[in-house]
């Protein structure tokens, strides 16, 4: 149930552009994209509603396929401080605003100077 | 955005006692959650703390083992109950504010 993401892990040179897909066996409503660095607590990127609307506050983008039940986060130019661990959130409910999510797998993205 | 506290940061227990989580917000919210998070693993939802009703638990979680109460619209706790190696973990309570969810720096539990 819980979504799969990849890659696992990645390694990036500053610059360098990364994708983070996170893939789902159940139907989504919604997808939450959040950043944790070690030892803090997750930080909210960016969430996509179904119809295409994007919400979101970083320079980060995103695309969500609902009907390959699919989530990418695309990190362009990367830069040191993008380095953590991703995680999507789906939502498990079809009433959308109950904010209850599924967490992925994660993916641990490491930039090099 | 929502500014969230918790206490204590981190705490070791002894195993077959119970622990309570402090979850503070500065701001007034409808929706808290409660989750919990092994070191280099994802999050998973415990329980919605809703104000004025009783918290609903996820698959796997029940009120005996966390009693969760929320006396009002910026406060809540988590009680881990009865504790076992198993529960050591860090818990994490977050707040969502319009689209947004918050989280707060969470509790970092050892049951030895």
């Known amino acids: 149930q819980q979504p799969v993401q990849s890659p696992q892990a990645v390694i990036l040179r500053e610059g360098e552009d990364a994708v983070i897909n996170c893939s789902s066996s159940?139907?989504?409503?919604?997808v939450h994209w959040y950043r944790q660095k070690h030892g803090e607590a997750p930080v909210f990127l960016m969430i996509?509603?179904?119809?295409?609307e994007q919400k979101g506050h970083e320079k980060i983008s995103a695309s969500f396929n609902e009907k390959k039940q699919q989530s990418s986060l695309y990190l362009t130019a990367s830069q040191l401080s993008y380095s953590g661990t991703y995680f999507c959130?789906?939502?498990?409910?079809?009433?959308?605003?109950?904010?209850?999510?599924?967490f992925g797998t994660g993916t641990r993205l490491k930039v090099l100077a | 955005s929502a500014v969230i506290s918790q206490k204590p940061s981190r705490d070791i227990c002894q195993r077959g006692t119970s622990l309570t989580i402090q979850c503070q917000v500065d701001?007034?919210?409808?929706?808290m959650f409660w989750y919990r998070q092994q070191p280099g693993q994802s999050l998973t939802l415990i329980a919605t703390?809703?104000?004025?009703?009783?918290?609903?638990?996820e698959s796997g979680f029940v009120i005996d083992k966390f009693p969760i109460s929320r006396p009002n619209l910026t406060f809540s706790t988590l009680t881990v109950s009865n504790m076992s190696p198993e529960d050591s973990s860090i818990y994490l309570c977050?707040?969502?504010?319009?689209?947004?969810?918050?989280f707060g720096p969470g509790t970092r539990l050892t049951v030895t």
């Open positions: 959130g789906t939502e498990i409910s079809p009433f959308s605003g109950t904010y209850k999510y599924i």
């Open positions: 159940k139907a989504l409503y919604s």
């Open positions: 701001s007034q919210v409808t929706m």
């Open positions: 977050s707040v969502a504010e319009g689209w947004e969810q918050y």
């Open positions: 996509l509603l179904k119809g295409g």
């Open positions: 703390a809703n104000q004025g009703s009783e918290a609903t638990y």
